[in-house]
């Protein structure tokens, strides 16, 4: 075949592939009008840098903005001297101190740090007992639950003294996170120094490791710009997400988690029993506070998960019953809020419109709840006081 040929007929091909997108285009702009990005930037905050001994930290001293890919938000973000998404103010040595670890839901991803479940619970906690500091160290101690411990064993229980630790424990991908960092060392079958196998820091922005799709920053844009106007790659892109949600390898809502999650889960439950043994040798409380996922909470979007893997396999409160139940046995307070955001959802939406992070309304309901807890641990302090001056 001749030269000329080969230029036809590959011509011939591309022009047939390129005809059959616009057509295909066409008919998932009529089909599948929505869940398209509002704006082509997937740019993370720049607000990280590398640690010693951790995945990332939040940058001291460093600020930026968030917009929703979907239009939902546009935040701004500012970290202040303590590397934490909070008010700059001196830690008070008089004051009582709450530290409230956790990932993106903690740190408030779609809200102001005013909105934050953590500032919500300060006011609360100041209206009712007075000379609280809480402490919002969400995305601080990096995103996982290894990640939490260390932080705290190395800098945060030191630096913030607080009485009580606030784990918000999100069911989605709490339990499976620490598969995503390697541990570089170890002391008694835990972390000492973790790197993340996810994410490296370019620019102060947490940037994907998967691939040549997040490597480059050209092939970033180029995907970002594609979610931003085609539908088909749109549709695309949500059809593999549905996919990597009902994965073996997440599959926290199954009656019988797999070989894989159950001895992930049993390395989990060991982390947070060394978690609570450390706060407790510094005379403090661990609470974990269990955050629903969103298609947790809407029926709607759990009949579409459940769909793809069957009724009768599931649990919807899987994940929320598993923790429960290691509060119980390690003697671990538990604040799990799932049934009272599954009926407050009802009338009041507590998550963004279309990002699976909390709104406001969902925040403030997280801080009722802890704050709940710790009026009890108080009242209960207050008896043993009681008892012992009678006595």
Do not use: C
Request: hydrophobic content about 35%; cysteine-free; charged content about 25%.
């Amino acid at each position: 075949m001749s030269a000329k040929n080969i230029f036809k007929n590959t011509a011939i091909v591309v022009v047939s592939v390129i005809v059959m997108l616009l057509i295909l285009e066409l008919v998932f702009r009529i089909l599948y009008p929505s869940g398209v990005y509002k704006t082509p930037s997937i740019q993370n905050e720049r607000v990280f840098s590398d640690s010693s001994y951790l995945q990332w930290v939040l940058k001291p001293n460093s600020s930026d903005t968030r917009q929703s890919p979907y239009g939902d938000y546009n935040i701004t973000l500012q970290i202040n001297s303590y590397g934490l998404r909070d008010y700059e103010r001196p830690i008070y040595e008089g004051a009582r101190k709450v530290l409230v670890l956790g990932d993106s839901m903690t740190y408030g991803q779609g809200v102001e740090i005013n909105e934050t479940y953590p500032k919500y619970l300060e006011v609360m906690l100041n209206k009712a007992f007075g000379n609280f500091e809480v402490f919002n160290g969400g995305y601080a101690g990096s995103h996982s639950i290894d990640s939490y411990y260390l932080y705290l064993k190395k800098e945060a229980l030191q630096k913030f003294s607080p009485e009580i630790v606030v784990i918000g424990f999100f069911v989605y991908d709490d339990i499976t996170d620490i598969t995503l960092n390697e541990w570089i060392e170890t002391e008694d079958g835990l972390p000492e120094r973790i790197v993340s196998k996810a994410y490296d820091i370019e620019e102060g922005g947490l940037v994907r490791k998967r691939g040549m799709l997040f490597k480059y920053k050209i092939a970033r844009d180029i995907y970002g710009y594609l979610l931003y106007k085609s539908r088909l790659f749109s549709y695309i892109k949500n059809t593999i997400s549905d996919m990597i949600v009902s994965s073996p390898k997440n599959r926290i809502f199954d009656i019988n988690l797999n070989s894989e999650l159950s001895i992930l889960w049993e390395k989990d439950k060991k982390i947070l029993n060394a978690t609570n043994d450390l706060v407790k040798s510094r005379n403090a409380t661990l609470i974990i506070a269990v955050m629903p996922v969103k298609f947790q909470i809407y029926d709607d979007m759990w009949e579409d998960y459940s769909s793809k893997i069957g009724k009768d396999k599931l649990i919807r409160k899987n994940p929320n019953n598993l923790l429960e139940n290691f509060g119980k046995e390690s003697g671990v307070m538990v604040v799990d809020i799932y049934d009272l955001f599954y009926e407050k959802n009802k009338k009041t939406p507590l998550f963004l419109k279309v990002d699976g992070h909390l709104n406001s309304n969902g925040h403030e309901l997280m801080a009722e709840e802890i704050h709940k807890k710790i009026k009890q641990i108080q009242n209960e302090k207050n008896k043993v006081k009681k008892a012992e001056h009678t006595g």
